[in-house]
């Protein structure tokens, strides 16, 4: 065909010449008018509104900031951060144009020469090479609008025609400049590499700003097809680099590069470098992971949701969230704690070498019950993929008809209820027993029991056993090259062959951690540590309620000398100390008289400084005792932060109004310790910990911002008179700063506290396992002195090395001028004391029971300042 029109153009005299330049005349004039046809239909089409193309919906990442003002962290469901163009690197831009659309300020979205070039040479001359005619501009508009080219040539033609006219009127909207930077923004460059800021941080491992010449040319050849010209992979290496040197080379052709220039950047290697940037990577992973929680709390009120009354989406809408974190505290904080838990975890290892906590019994009236231990690791299995997996082909259909028949009963996917209504069909009165005690109610019984008489139950009881016995067939079974979290290299991970049943008790078998350091001024938390880490930990351990042991005692103190402005020297002997019912207003139904730590008495006359020192139990409960009732010690620390009146699910207040909270018999997380303590580190005024600063939508805009919450918890004189107690009490000469704390250990070793304070920093340490029975088994291993205060110890030691931190060793804490009152020389104290007249003693009502009934006199010695 090409070679009869191209003869009979050439002929003039040929009796039909006429005749085909007419028919190209009528064909070139129709064409153009169905062309305009079109346009005019596709106009009143489903063509986007001048909203939507003012607003092109791109899902946008939210960033986190850390307090210098770099990211820390993303929420995304698009690995996608929007640059300016004029943040854009010169060399990108030259080689998108040179490369896309030579011509790309010369049209107004569409190319015609390109078009007419297009259209002679593929349509008329049926040359395949011809090369293509759409602008950055209409592939701008294929990316927000019109989506992947359709298979039909029609449905393809349409779809370019649609293009078309979102391109003009892209063009009309929006600058040259802000079209490429729209583009390059947009496209995806794979593995979660939404747009050139992504692509750039997760091939190069660099600032898209930064790019060389070569790896920009990488970039933007991916453009045309990032399939096919995928550096990653094996097979589309060649094509990467082909498609590269054909950027290279359209640079050159335009001038933008030199032959020397050109000659040279070909020759090198692609360079990819790929570092792919997931949620658990970085810095601050525990802390980024609630902070997930605690925006979508706060994005969800009423005051801070869109205008249109919806809410902010924290994956898709590009926030910005200004933290308190510091990076650099955060980054050696990880790195001192790393340290820390890695030695006490081959600590931990030796003490329990040959032994397996799950089945181990050293006291049977002491020990947590095996069975407690075993339901606790079948817990750990039934939360597995791999049971779910079985649990899905072995009970999947059965379970669909159950809960259709038998909507009251959950049959949850810790198959709870399925063993319970399986035992009782095995062994009648399960159900009985389970009413009895309480753990059900009679209703979910008698729901039960409609399944035990239904007809599904053989067929229950049938594929429950199958299941059991390809559960343990599963577990039981050596996998090779199983991943598990080691401290015994840089990547904290290592392949290995273990039974899936062994990888779950190995990683149930370490030590983990809950840290925070909070500025005690601003409340501003500078470092958050949930765990050991996130990708195989990932409960965080900071806001988790554990039993704080001794760390609660310094609460005590404070109360009593806040209240009463005894000295810190004041005496009392270290031996039993009694409570019975009627002292005081506690109301006891009978006695209670707690030992010691090591459960012996030494009888020695203890100051009070010493007792916290030494964490006496005996002294602690003396102070208790003549407080005369829980309630001031507890009013002292709702005033430092804690809820006195929050509740555990089973309704009992979790800071009881007991005399117990005097040894730390309550639970509380280290956050809440945390901002409890900084009342002794800030003159006596508790500064509530906060964390998120503001946040701002995709444009800058405020949406929210804290505020400090602070009041006075403890007088200052009262308050310097603890701070000295935990100066003494802390052992901290081994520090520049001036430092003082508190150890705390719970009873079997499951808990290791300390909480340090400086000036600067509030530092709250917890450290334990994740199940009860998961703790060191010896006291000298099991206390907080070694379990956790090492950490803080090591932790400043780093901050006072360096000197481009927010941290100054040379602060000293405030003391309140003029006479504080409360006497802190205990050399002048105890000469005072000699010469005290013995009726003072005996006048004085507040030392009541210094020495205990246990001896059979009343206790008159008095509480002086």
Request: net charge neutral; proline share 4%.
């Amino acid at each position: 065909m090409r070679q009869l029109i191209n003869r009979l153009l050439s002929d003039e005299d040929h009796p039909r010449y006429s005749q085909v330049v007419k028919s190209l005349w009528i064909l070139l004039f129709t064409g153009i008018i169905a062309v305009c046809l079109l346009f005019i239909v596709l106009s009143f089409s489903d063509l986007p509104s001048v909203k939507q193309l003012e607003n092109p919906r791109t899902d946008v990442a939210t960033q986190v900031y850390g307090s210098n003002g770099k990211v820390i962290g993303r929420y995304y469901t698009q690995n996608r951060v929007p640059v300016s163009f004029e943040e854009l690197d010169q060399n990108l831009i030259n080689a998108l144009i040179a490369t896309e659309d030579e011509r790309y300020y010369q049209h107004t979205g569409i190319d015609f020469q390109g078009l007419i070039r297009v259209i002679v040479k593929t349509i008329l001359l049926r040359q395949e090479s011809s090369g293509g005619a759409s602008t950055i501009t209409q592939q701008l508009a294929k990316q927000l609008f019109t989506g992947e080219s359709a298979r039909n040539k029609f449905v393809r033609a349409f779809q370019k025609f649609r293009e078309w006219i979102i391109a003009v009127r892209l063009e009309r909207k929006y600058t040259k400049e802000e079209i490429i930077a729209l583009y390059l923004n947009k496209f995806d460059f794979l593995y979660q590499s939404f747009g050139i800021k992504a692509a750039a941080e997760n091939y190069f491992n660099a600032s898209q700003d930064s790019l060389e010449i070569h790896q920009a040319a990488m970039l933007v050849g991916m453009l045309k097809n990032p399939g096919l010209y995928n550096p990653r992979r094996t097979r589309t290496l060649t094509y990467a680099k082909k498609r590269r040197e054909v950027v290279l080379k359209q640079m050159m052709r335009n001038k933008l590069l030199t032959q020397t220039e050109y000659d040279s950047i070909r020759q090198l290697p692609l360079g990819v470098a790929f570092q792919s940037n997931s949620h658990i990577d970085g810095i601050a992973t525990y802390f980024r992971m609630e902070l997930a929680k605690d925006l979508k709390e706060i994005l969800s009120r009423e005051e801070y949701l869109k205008s249109d009354g919806s809410s902010y989406d924290l994956y898709k809408d590009g926030l910005k969230i200004y933290t308190s974190i510091d990076p650099k505290m955060q980054d050696i904080a990880e790195k001192v704690m790393l340290r820390h838990m890695a030695e006490r975890q081959k600590v931990f290892e030796r003490e329990w070498r040959g032994k397996d906590p799950w089945t181990f019994v050293a006291d049977p009236e002491e020990d947590i019950p095996v069975s407690i231990r075993q339901d606790g690791l079948k817990r750990l299995i039934r939360n597995t993929s791999r049971y779910q997996n079985l649990r899905q082909q072995y009970l999947g259909d059965l379970l669909v008809e159950l809960r259709n028949r038998y909507p009251k009963v959950t049959f949850n996917r810790d198959d709870r209820e399925i063993e319970r209504i399986v035992g009782e069909a095995q062994n009648p009165g399960v159900i009985a027993d389970l009413v009895q005690r309480g753990l059900i109610s009679t209703q979910l019984a008698q729901g039960y029991r409609k399944v035990l008489r239904g007809n599904q139950m053989p067929a229950l009881r049938t594929q429950w056993d199958k299941l059991q016995e390809a559960v343990k067939k599963e577990f039981d079974t050596p996998v090779e090259g199983m991943k598990v979290f080691t401290y015994e290299n840089s990547a904290f991970e290592k392949d290995t062959t273990l039974t899936p049943l062994d990888s779950i008790k190995n990683h149930r078998m370490f030590l983990q951690t809950g840290i925070m350091a909070v500025d005690p001024q601003t409340g501003y938390a500078k470092v958050w540590i949930g765990g050991i880490n996130q990708k195989y930990f990932q409960f965080d351990h900071v806001r988790t309620n554990r039993q704080v042991g001794s760390t609660f005692k310094p609460f005590v103190y404070a109360t009593a000398i806040d209240q009463q402005g005894i000295s810190p020297c004041f005496p009392v002997y270290d031996l039993k100390q009694v409570i019975r019912p009627g002292d005081g207003n506690f109301y006891l139904k009978e006695d209670w008289a707690p030992s010691n730590f090591d459960g012996t008495y030494t009888g020695e006359l203890l100051t009070l400084k010493e007792g916290l020192r030494q964490s006496k139990n005996t002294v602690s409960v003396y102070l208790m005792k003549q407080l005369k009732s829980s309630d001031p010690v507890r009013y002292v620390v709702s005033n430092m932060g804690i809820d006195i009146e929050s509740r555990y699910p089973n309704g009992q207040l979790r800071v009881p109004n007991v005399p117990s909270i005097a040894l730390g018999a309550t639970d509380l997380s280290v956050m809440e310790m945390t901002g409890a303590y900084t009342a002794f580190a800030n003159n006596g005024i508790y500064t509530k910990p906060r964390y998120i600063l503001r946040v701002e939508d995709k444009n800058g805009v405020e949406i929210y911002s804290s505020v400090q919450q602070d009041r006075q918890a403890l007088r200052p004189n009262a308050n310097f008179a603890m701070v000295d107690m935990l100066r003494y009490a802390g052992q901290m000469g081994v520090l520049k700063s001036d430092a003082g704390g508190k150890t705390g250990t719970t009873n079997d070793f499951v808990d290791g506290w300390f909480m340090g304070i400086t000036p600067d920093l509030v530092v709250g340490t917890w450290v334990g396992g994740e199940d009860r029975w998961i703790h060191f088994r010896t006291p000298y291993n099991g206390q907080g002195f070694r379990m956790a205060r090492p950490f803080f110890v090591n932790f400043i030691q780093e901050l006072e090395k360096r000197d481009d931190l927010d941290y100054d060793p040379s602060q000293r804490f405030y003391r309140p001028p003029g006479d504080l009152g409360i006497e802190l020389d205990c050399g002048a104290y105890q000469q005072e004391d000699i010469d005290m007249n013995q009726s003072e003693f005996e006048e004085s009502s507040f030392g009541e029971g210094m020495f205990g009934d246990e001896f059979g006199i009343e206790d008159t010695t008095s509480i002086r300042q």
